[in-house]
Every structure is written in C-alpha cells, then in structure tokens.
C-alpha cells in the first residue's frame, strides 16, 4: 500500500506539470497574437496620377478632350423632321468637363448635359476609312454619371458623301456604322448595326448584329467608366467588347437580321391553293351511326335521391334578413332614390341551425349523362398534306460574299436622345491597328481603372453596400458564414465521446482487468483467461511470504494500471514551431483551422 500511495503521488505531479505547462503555452499564444495586433499596418494605396493619352501608331481619328475645348467638333444647327417644332432643334448642351466624382483629377471628357433634348455633334476623321485589306477597330469609354433611364450612348460613323454638312447633322444623315450602348426600361441593348448596299438596286438596308448572349445590366448601373470595343476583320467577322472582354461575336455573313444575302428561291406570290385541296389529316367516319340508347338530352347533374333533409333545418326563416339597426340616412330622398330598405345581415337565428329557407336536394353527377354525339375520327383517305405556293427563282437575288466592304466613313458623331444627363464621353479611336488601339486603352481607360480600383472599399464594405441595396443578400451572408461556424462548433465540442477514447479514469477502480477495444467473442475468451490467471496467483499468494505478497501485489497493480488506464487522443496545437496542450475540446480551436493541429496518443497513468 505504501509503494502504491507512492506511485499516486508521482503522477499527480506529473498530472499538476502537464497543466502549469499548458498555462504557460497559452501565455505564450496571446503574447504572440499581441505582437501580432502590434504589426504595422500597410502602407496606403498609391494614387494613380493622370496623363493625356497620346496615339502611337497609324490611326484615323483620337480625341481626349484633354485640352478642355470642343475644338474640331461641329455642333448640329439643323432640325428633327417630323415632330413638334418646340422639340425638333438640336439644342443639347454638350460640356468638357472632368466627372462629377472623378477618381483621375485632370481628366476631362464630353458630357452630355441636357436632359429630354436632341443632342448633335461630330468630327471629321483625320483621312477617310475605306474598307479594304485592313480590320476597323472603333472604341471609346462611356460613364452613365447618375444612371440610365431611357437613351443612347452610341456612335455613329459618318458615311462618305459629297453633300456631308456637319452642321445638318441629324438622325437620317447616311451613316455606315451605329454601335454602343443603349437602354430603355429594362431593355439593355448593346448596337452594332451597318448600312448594306443592295448590289443590284443601290438601296440601302441596314443590318443588325445578333443579341449578346451576356447579361449587360451591370455596365449601365454600376455608374463606373466602361470600354466599348468594336472589330470587324476583313474575312467578315465581327468582335464586340467591353472592358476589353468579349461579349458578342460572330459573321457578317451569317449572324445578322435581316441576312445579307437574299435566298435564292421565293414562293410564287401568284400561285394559290386549289379549291379541292385537303388538308384535313383526320376526318369524322361517315359509316358510324350514333347508338339507339345514346341519350342526348340527358343532364350533367341530377339531385341527389338519397339526400334526407338535416334534423332542425328551419324552413320557414330566411337566410337573411333586413338589419334592424339600420337607420335610413337623414338625406335620403324617396323620390330621387326610391324606397328605402335596410341594408341585408345574415340572419342570426340561422347561426344554430344546419340550414334556413326552402331545403334543395344537392345535385351529383348524372352517370346516364353522355353528351353530345360525335362520330370517331380516322385517317383522312383524300389527306394531301399543308399547302405551300410553289418555289419560283428570286429575281432580286444576289450574293455579296464580302459585307466588310462597306461604304467609307469620314467622320463621327453623336446624335442622341436621351432622359438621363451628365452621360460622360472619352478617348474615342479610330485605326486598323489592334496593338494600337490598345495600347491607347491602356493609356486611357487602364488609368481609369486602376484609380476607380484604388478607390473602391474594402470587401465587406462592397458586401454591406450591396446587402443595402439588396436586403435579401443578408440571408446569403448569414447562410455562407454563420452556419459553417455553427456547425465547426457543434461537430468539434460537442460531439459523442467513442469508447476507445474514453479515459480510464472514468472507470471504476477494480482488480478485474478492463476489456480492450476488441471483438465480443476475443473479450470473452480475454475475461476468462483473465479469471484463472486471478485464481492460480490467489492460490500461488496465499504460500509465499508477506514480503514476497506486497512485491507481486505492487507488480500486479502496475500491470492493470499500464494496460488499462491509459489516456489517448490529446489534441495539440502546432503552432511557430510549439506543441500547446488543449483540452478545451475534443478536436480543435478557432485558430487550429488555420496553423492545423496534430492528434497523437500518449499513455498517462492515473490512480
């Protein structure tokens, strides 16, 4: 007993090292996470500082309007036809100025400025674009200051002619190109439309680009500075971008409406159906004959004969009655609007009974009912099929294999409408040359980008923004972040402990040996070797001396504690190179998710 009391005392100083080590573990975590709060914070983002873009490379037409003038641009004198003169003049203000809430001081652009008026300007190219060996590449920034309700902020490129007056510019001044953005209610319309020239009678038509397939709402909305990009290859392919990423794309050839070629057969206009013509696939069987018993007249519904009225139902009461309550209005004219009666109230003597007024017995379906007789369908024999006129040749058919070829532009302008003001224009550019063109992207809108980036908030600033303007996005917030968490907690601290990790403190402190973690037919047979070895030491005790019996009983006391009182799965944290004992939880901390921890077995005796 006194080796025993012995051994109970080394291993609760053990047990009482373990835990001052635990504590100072602990002490050197918070200290580590202070000096970690202690960190300097970074250094603050850099401001992006604005310059001109400047072409650098064969190019048609760049305009900046950095100079803060209109120099080079012509303002529409003319008119509108066709409406109320009140509204037909081109009289919008157009302003260069920088934006309202601009992130790049120094750079100005063109703003349209009145709202609910005709707007008109343009500029002349450096040289005429002819459309030959060379791709057109037309781009130019766009910025809805204060939104978009109902207008356009396209472009059009002007076509080539000899009566070209840019002071006359109006809506049905010829262009060759239309393209940007444009939107009314919720339609979000992307253009890019051009005027093709019919070969064999020199009409015009135009030709509009299929819808994009991408969602456009966020580029009028997000009131952000945003790249309109259009390419068109002389192997008649088109590229439409924005933000240089493309959103709609396809072939002159194949991907317009209404096509540019016309097919090469019509359907004779003078042809016409035959008078005998059937086109009836079933007919009714003229040999069936409607059945002798098929009754016609019969109704839908029947009354109910096995209905029996309810006991009480009062016969004699109306359903309802004139309130007695009612009082006729003192400016109630018997003349003007007749004779007065009180206004109608369910009748409360009707409340406790099943029914008042005269019983009906209730109607059910009437199973002799039929219908109308109708003879069966069956193949038409004289069925001839769905007429269609004959296919004659088109007489205005042509083939234009090469649509790029369009006619020649030698200026642009902007001829809007628009409900919304303060729309803000930049960086228009003309060339051949793609490297060019973006190179001068990145000279313009690049700048832009990068200081709106610059300036936006942080990401949970963007997330509370958005939950204000959306508030359903806090279920979102609260389903992706809270619940995760809630669950961690609820699996790592909470969780069924398993038998083969349960202490062996736990158990009661017996002679008999604990059973292992194994089969029930292997701790069966364990139990009853486990018994005669009892035995046979018992016996083999009882002969030896009382010295001889407190050895064997030391070493027996050893062997059971050793094999079973054991703890296992302690959980360590690793952290900066150090092992923290944590038994808190079962599994893990907070921050074990992020420096990962590390389960291992260690055997402790315990008395």
């Known amino acids: 007993m006194e080796l025993k009391m012995r051994l109970c005392v080394a291993a609760q100083e053990e047990a009482d090292d373990m835990e001052m080590d635990v504590e100072d573990a602990i002490d050197d975590m918070q200290e580590e996470d202070v000096e970690e709060e202690k960190a ?3 250094p603050p983002v850099p401001t992006v500082t604005y310059k001109a873009p400047e072409p650098m490379g064969e190019h048609y037409f760049a305009e900046s309007f950095d100079k803060g003038t209109l120099q080079g641009w012509v303002l529409s004198q003319a008119k509108k036809e066709g409406i109320d003169e ?3 003049k081109y009289d919008g203000k157009w302003e260069v100025e ?3 809430d601009t992130k790049l001081p120094g750079d100005k652009g063109l703003v349209l400025k009145s709202k609910a008026k005709h707007h008109a300007v343009s500029a002349l190219l450096l040289r005429p674009f002819t459309f030959d060996t060379k791709p057109l590449i037309v781009q130019y920034e766009v910025n809805f200051q204060t939104g978009i309700d109902c207008g356009g902020a396209y472009v059009k490129l002007l076509s080539q002619t000899p009566d070209l007056d840019l002071e006359e510019f109006v809506d049905k001044t010829p262009y060759t190109i239309m393209f940007g953005p444009d939107k009314c209610g919720e339609d979000y319309k992307l253009h890019f439309i051009f005027r093709h020239k019919n070969p064999k009678t020199g009409e015009f038509e135009e030709k509009h680009a299929k819808k994009p397939d991408a969602d456009l709402r966020t580029y009028y909305t997000d009131k952000k500075t945003h790249l309109f990009t259009l390419v068109l290859n002389p192997d008649n392919s088109f590229e439409i971008l924005i933000d240089q990423t493309v959103v709609n794309s396809g072939s002159l050839l194949n991907d317009m409406t209404p096509p540019i070629n016309p097919p090469a057969e019509i359907e004779d206009p003078d042809d016409h159906k035959p008078e005998d013509w059937d086109e009836r696939p079933k007919i009714q069987d003229p040999d069936s004959v409607k059945p002798e018993d098929w009754d016609e007249d019969a109704p839908a519904k029947i009354p109910d004969e096995d209905a029996v009225k309810p006991d009480g139902w009062l016969d004699d009461e109306p359903e309802y009655i004139g309130d007695p309550d009612a009082l ?8 003007m609007d007749g004779a007065w009666e009180a206004p109608q109230i369910p009748n409360p003597v009707c409340e406790t009974a099943p029914g008042c007024g005269p019983w009906e017995r209730p109607v059910i379906d009437n199973p002799n009912y039929k219908g109308k007789w109708k003879p069966p369908m069956i193949d038409n024999p004289n069925y001839q099929g769905v007429w269609k006129p004959r296919k004659i040749p088109n007489p205005d058919f042509f083939e234009d294999l090469h649509p790029f070829r369009m006619t020649p532009f030698s200026a642009v302008g902007l001829e809007l409408w628009s409900m919304s003001a303060d729309i803000f224009f930049d960086n228009f550019f003309v060339t051949s040359d793609r490297n060019v063109a973006e190179r001068w992207a990145a000279d313009g809108w690049g700048l832009k980008k990068a200081a709106e980036g610059a300036a936006e908030p942080g990401l949970v600033n963007q997330m509370i923004t958005a939950a204000e303007e959306r508030p359903w996005l806090w279920i979102v917030y609260v389903l992706t972040v809270a619940l ?13 402990k398993s038998p083969a990790s349960t202490s062996a403190a736990e158990y009661k402190k017996t002679d008999a040996p604990q059973p292992d973690v194994k089969e029930e037919a292997e701790e069966e047979e364990a139990e009853e070797e486990d018994a005669k070895e009892e035995e046979s030491e018992a016996k083999k005790s009882e002969e030896e001396d009382s010295s001889g019996e407190a050895e064997e009983a030391a070493g027996s006391d050893n062997k059971d504690d050793d094999t079973s009182n054991e703890v296992e799965n302690l959980t360590l944290l690793e952290k900066h190179g150090k092992c923290y004992v944590l038994r ?3 599994c893990c901390c907070l921050d074990s998710i992020a420096t990962g921890f590390l389960v291992v077995k260690k055997k402790v005796q315990v008395f």
């Open 584 to 586: 808190l939880c079962k």
């Open 484 to 496: 995760p968490l809630v669950l961690i907690i609820v699996f790592c601290c909470t969780g069924k």
């Open 328 to 335: 006729k209005p003192d400016d109630w004219d018997e003349d």
């Open 40 to 42: 300097p914070s970074p």
């Open 98 to 100: 920088e934006m309202k």
């Open 86 to 88: 009140d509204i037909a």
